[in-house]
C-alpha cells in the first residue's frame, strides 16, 4: 500500500497535481528531490509516448541521434549539482535569512497557492529574457536546438542557465519560506515536461489557463508566427496578459532559426558564445557592442531592440530534421555505451555522500567524454575513433579500481568483456588511420 502511494505522488507531481498537505515541508532539508526522484518517471512516459505515437497517430520514432543529444544536455545540465546545491535555492535562502520582510506560514495552503503563482509568473520572465536578452538566449538556444518534438526534447536543457535564471526568483524570498520555493520550483520543472510532445494535441477548455502541448509546440516552432510566442510555465495566463500568447495554427517546424547541424554535446552547449563573442568584436562601437549582448539574438545596427523578425528564414512546411544515416552496428553500440553512462550518472547521484571529492570528479569527467565522444561518433567526426580509443582505456582504468560499479554484479564479467572489445575494435580504427595518414602524406 506505501509502494502504491509513493508511486501515485511519483505520477502525480509530474502533472502539479499534488496538495498543500502532501507537499509542505518547514524544512528545506526535508523537501524531497523530486526532480532527481523522476527518472523512472520521464523514462516511462517516453516508453508510453513512443508506443501511443506509433500505434495512435503514426508518428515516426524519433531519432536515437536526437534523443541521445537531448538526453546527454539533460545529465550535462545537472552535473553541477554534484558540487554545489542548486544556485537558485541557495541564492533564495541567502535572501531570506538576511532580508524578509514578512514570514507566511510554510503550512498553509494560502502559502502554497501563492508560491504556485509567483514560481509561475517569475518563470515567465525568466523564460522571456532568456528569449529577449541575447547573452541569456545563449544559455537557452540548447532547449530549442532540437527538430524534434518530443518528451527527450524536455530533457534537452542548458549547463549555463541556471547561473542567470535565480535572479529573477529573489524578490519571493522576501515573504514566501524557502521550503515552500524549493517543493514548487521542483514541481514547476516537473510540469513541463509532458507538455513537450506531439501526441496530445487539443485540451479544450484547459486551453485557456494551462500550457498545454498545443501552446508549447508554437514556443519551439521557427515559424515566423511562432517567434517568441507563449512563454508559461504551468499557466498560459501570463502570455495573454502581456500580449506574447499565440495558437498553434500552421504546421509548427521546430528548431533554430539557423540549425546547428551537430549531435556533439559541448558544441550543442557551448556554440552560441562562440557567435556572441565574435559579433562582440566584428562591432567596433562601444554601444553596438553592448546591443549585441544585451539586446534580442536578431538585433543589427539600425533595427529594432529584438531584431526583425521578417528576415527570419521563411519555411515551408516541408524541412525535414538533419538526420545522416550512419551504421546500424554503431546505432547499436552508441545505445549500449549511453545505457552504462546513464547508470554511471545515476550511481553517482545516489552514491555521492559516500564518495570522495576527487571519485566524483573523476566520473564528472568519465561522464562529460563519454557524452562527447558519442556526438563524435554520431557526428561521424574523423577524430572519433581516437576519442573513443582513449574513453575507453579509461573506462577500463576506471573498472580495475572500481571506481565504475557495473548495474548488477552478475554483468560485471559480461560489461568488462565488452568494454575490452571495444578498447580493441577503435584502437584499430586509430591504427588504420593513422597509417592512412602516413600513407597519403609520404
Known sequence: MLHADCLSKGVRSMFYMVTPNESSFQHVEDVPQYVQQATPYFVGLMLLELVVGYLMNGLPVPS??????????????????????????????????????????????????????????????????????????????????????????????????????????LPMALVLPPSVFAVHIQFNLLYQFWIHTEVIKDLGPLEWILNTPSHHRVHHGRNLYCIDKNYGGALIIWDRLFGTFAPETDKVVYGLVHPINTFEILTVQLHYYRYVWRR?????????????????????????????????????????????????????????????????????FATKLMLSQLTVLLTTGYIVLTLTSIGFIIDQRPTAAMLETLRCALMVTMMTYDLLA?????????????????????????????????????
Open 64 to 169: 536515437i541521434s536526437d534523443g541521445v543529444t537531448s538526453v546527454s544536455a539533460g545529465i550535462i545540465s545537472r552535473l553541477s549539482h554534484l558540487f554545489l546545491r542548486s544556485i537558485e535555492l541557495t541564492t533564495y535562502m541567502y535572501i531570506w535569512n538576511h532580508f524578509h520582510l514578512l514570514e507566511l506560514p510554510w503550512d498553509s495552503s494560502w502559502t502554497w497557492w501563492l508560491a504556485f503563482l509567483g514560481v509561475d509568473f517569475c518563470y515567465y520572465w525568466v523564460h522571456r529574457f532568456a528569449h529577449e536578452l541575447n547573452i541569456l538566449w545563449a544559455a537557452h538556444q540548447v532547449h530549442h536546438s532540437s527538430e524534434y518534438y518530443n518528451l527527450t526534447t524536455a530533457l534537452r536543457q542548458s549547463l549555463t542557465q541556471q547561473f542567470s535564471s535565480w535572479v529573477f526568483y
Open 280 to 348: 562582440f568584436k566584428k562591432n567596433t562601437k562601444i554601444a553596438n557592442k553592448l546591443s549585441v549582448i544585451f539586446r534580442g539574438p536578431s538585433w543589427k545596427p539600425g533595427k529594432p531592440r529584438l531584431g526583425d523578425h521578417a528576415e527570419v528564414p521563411t519555411v515551408t512546411g516541408q524541412e525535414m530534421p538533419h538526420d545522416p544515416s550512419w551504421p546500424v552496428p554503431r546505432q547499436v553500440y552508441v545505445c549500449m555505451q549511453f545505457l552504462l553512462v546513464l547508470w554511471v550518472y545515476h550511481n553517482v
Open 406 to 442: 557495473p548495474p548488477l554484479p552478475s554483468l560485471a564479467v559480461p560489461i568488462e568483456t565488452f568494454v575490452s572489445l571495444s578498447l580493441l575494435y577503435w584502437g584499430m580504427q586509430t591504427f588504420i588511420q593513422i597509417v592512412a595518414v602516413k600513407k597519403k602524406s609520404h
